[in-house]
């Protein structure tokens, strides 16, 4: 079946740095990747996307890589702010009999020192 | 737009006892909704999909006669968490997806939070 999973489940950045958080899936059918955000006690905030036949995306001082060779996602943030403190979560949606169904990683606490 | 919310936002009930959430979709229809529980410093499960008009489809090992799901309108989807147990406790968070719009998007709820005494 679906696994996510994440390498680092923390990290602690001063204000100011670039982030990287990182995601590791195993569906090679996987076609479609989110990042979200979420805060404490809220629901998860989309934060960008990217689909199967892209390798990268830019947003809004973020940037998701996907690397489908080695199953790998990545979500970098620039010039982290304190108001970027929470959990990251990349989420994957299946292929075949899963297509469409979400499974979410581990999730990746960020906390940014200002 | 694309908004969804949950109802209520955070319920404590005894041992025993039923609960209902809503989950409902304020400015779209939502031809989906996803009922997803998410445990403390976990990540978020997914419990079952609900189409509207039809019966749930439940992940595996999730009891369907504890966890009943009705989408009976495309605004509006409801979890009820039978004779609940303290090990229900949990953060159930709900997503809908946006009738006429890509399939990709899901939009989330607020959440609610479960405390079973």
């Known amino acids: 079946g679906e696994s996510v999973g994440l390498h680092l489940p923390t990290l602690s950045v001063q204000e100011g740095d670039n982030s990287i958080i990182n995601c590791a899936y195993s569906?090679?059918?996987?076609?479609?990747f989110i990042w979200y955000k979420q805060e404490s006690g809220k629901g998860p905030q989309f934060i960008i996307d990217?689909?199967?036949?892209?390798d990268k995306r830019q947003g809004q001082r973020v940037t998701v890589l996907l690397n489908k060779t080695v199953k790998h996602l990545s979500l970098q943030i620039a010039a982290t702010q304190p108001g970027d403190s929470a959990v990251y979560f990349c989420?994957?949606?299946?292929?075949?009999?899963?297509?469409?169904?979400?499974?979410f990683g581990q999730g990746t606490i960020l906390t940014v020192h200002p | 737009g694309a908004v969804v919310s949950q109802h209520p936002s955070w319920v404590i009930c005894k041992s025993g006892t039923s609960v209902k959430i809503e989950c409902r979709s304020l400015d779209f229809q939502a031809t989906t909704m996803f009922w997803y529980r998410q445990f403390p410093k976990q990540s978020l499960m997914l419990m079952a999909t609900s189409n509207e008009g039809s019966k749930a489809t439940y992940e595996q090992g999730v009891e369907k006669d504890k966890f009943l799901i009705n989408h009976a309108s495309l605004t509006l989807s409801t979890l009820t968490v039978t004779s609940a147990h303290p090990e229900d406790s949990s953060f159930y968070i709900c997503?809908?997806?946006?009738?006429?719009?890509?399939?990709?998007?899901?939009?989330f709820g607020p959440g609610t939070r479960l405390t079973v005494l």
């Open positions: 569906n090679s059918a996987s076609d479609y």
């Open positions: 997503s809908a997806r946006r009738r006429g719009h890509s399939t990709d998007t899901q939009y």
């Open positions: 989420a994957v949606r299946g292929g075949g009999t899963s297509y469409g169904k979400l499974t």
């Open positions: 990217i689909r199967s036949n892209m």
